[in-house]
């Protein structure tokens, strides 16, 4: 009887909720905006979750905090061109009435601001991709300010053993720390082996906010060439930059995580791609990253110890090095793989046809015997081809194969084979 009981809770329950989320939609679908009131609890519940994920391609969304926390990652990517308003600040309600009237009102509610800035990322995305050799490109982000002697010899060795590889191309953040001394090894290194490999900077174009802490910024607000490899501008500000190179490179190296490397790498794993973790055990991924089991997952075509060690402190430098170029080189081979399969499918599992034989073989056209037996096998309707497959084992005293050929459908008393002398 009791189990009973629960079951018809249960069945209630779920009843219940179903119901509520139908209400849900309902109300949605009739508003012309949605207002969330976010807290640091139900910012982080399975049901604010839902709701926002239906909202956000549906309706405005103006979202209040109430409280200083941390966003979760999903959040963030979600409501990033929507404008937030603290609850506690002095300015609120009547910023509140405004940001609703401006919604409300028809002649302000094509505004097209957001469109454009996504537009723009796109955009310089494509323009990266169209002027680096993606392929074969490695991102790397990490901590911008580390004092630490182990940090500092694992990014040596990172950097000495991607320059042997001779095939992967640097790209650096631009920032202070462990990008820029990892990708001036690199360049050094490629230089004393006279390979191809080439280091490139991608920095924002200015940015209004002080950001001298981390970048080589001017008075100006712009930001400065970098002294070695070749520099690309694209964004108006940080945060813009780090968005379009989450959706531009399939492989973002990190190097110590920190709470300044939080948004870049939300973007990477927002749009799919592989972080490469080193030197970043869980309790050293500040922020909501510590939560993102995604970035520890082991990807497709990497070996599975050599993953392992990247986060092993007991392992010397030298040997992370090592099996961070491994990992790397496996990855980059992976996605190539995958781009091969993707436009010639038959190249990687096929092997190349023999050359024909160097005396020609003679053939003749002749018709069709009754003799013989034919096996016939339609292919396509669209097509109209016939598969005929003919026996002629019993009657090839020479031991030949028998003949394959794909043709159009005909009369059988047309039909010609190959007969070979």
């Given at each position: 009887m009791r189990h009973c009981e629960k079951s018809d809770c249960s069945c209630k329950e779920g009843t219940k909720l179903k119901q509520l989320q139908e209400e849900f939609q309902e109300t949605v679908d009739k508003a012309s905006l949605v207002i969330f009131i976010l807290s640091q609890s139900s910012a982080f519940s399975k049901l604010c979750a839902q709701q926002v994920f239906y909202c956000e391609h549906r309706k405005q969304i103006l979202p209040l905090l109430f409280g200083d926390f941390e966003f979760p990652g999903w959040m963030k990517m979600l409501i990033r061109s929507q404008r937030c308003l603290y609850v506690n600040s002095e300015e609120f309600q009547s910023t509140l009435l405004n940001q609703v009237k401006r919604a409300l009102d028809p002649t302000a509610k094509n505004c097209l601001d957001s469109d454009n800035r996504e537009a723009n990322i796109s955009l310089a995305a494509q323009y990266l991709k169209k002027n680096l050799d993606i392929e074969h490109c490695v991102y790397v982000s990490g901590s911008s300010l580390s004092d630490d002697p182990r940090v500092e010899a694992i990014c040596r060795s990172v950097g000495q053993e991607l320059a042997k590889q001779g095939n992967i191309h640097?790209?650096?953040?631009?920032?202070?720390?462990?990008?820029?001394?990892?990708?001036?090894?690199?360049?050094?290194?490629?230089?004393?082996?006279?390979?191809?490999?080439?280091?490139?900077?991608?920095?924002?174009?200015?940015?209004?906010?002080?950001?001298?802490?981390?970048?080589?910024q001017c008075g100006d607000s712009t930001f400065a060439l970098k002294e070695f490899g070749h520099t690309l501008f694209c964004g108006n500000s940080v945060w813009e930059k780090e968005s379009i190179v989450g959706r531009c490179f399939r492989v973002c190296l990190l190097i110590v995580g920190g709470s300044y490397s939080i948004h870049e790498i939300e973007e990477f794993v927002w749009s799919d791609r592989i972080v490469v973790p080193v030197n970043c055990p869980d309790v050293a991924v500040e922020g909501n990253l510590k939560a993102t089991a995604k970035l520890y997952q082991l990807p497709p075509g990497v070996d599975e110890t050599d993953w392992k060690s990247l986060n092993d402190s007991s392992k010397p430098p030298k040997e992370i090095g090592s099996a961070v170029a491994r990992v790397l080189s496996a990855l980059l081979q992976h996605f190539r793989n995958q781009n091969l399969n993707a436009t010639h499918p038959s190249e990687l599992s096929t092997p190349l046809l023999s050359d024909p034989p160097s005396t020609p073989t003679l053939t003749r056209f002749s018709k069709l015997s009754p003799t013989k037996e034919i096996d016939t096998e339609t292919i396509s309707a669209a097509t109209s081809t016939t598969d005929l497959t003919f026996n002629n084992i019993n009657n090839n005293s020479s031991g030949a194969p028998p003949t394959r050929l794909d043709r159009p459908t005909l009369n059988r008393a047309e039909t010609e084979v190959f007969d070979t002398e």
């Open positions: 640097v790209v650096s953040s631009g920032t202070y720390g462990t990008s820029d001394l990892l990708s001036q090894v690199f360049h050094k290194e490629s230089l004393n082996l006279s390979n191809d490999s080439k280091v490139w900077h991608v920095l924002p174009e200015r940015d209004s906010k002080d950001k001298s802490k981390y970048y080589n």
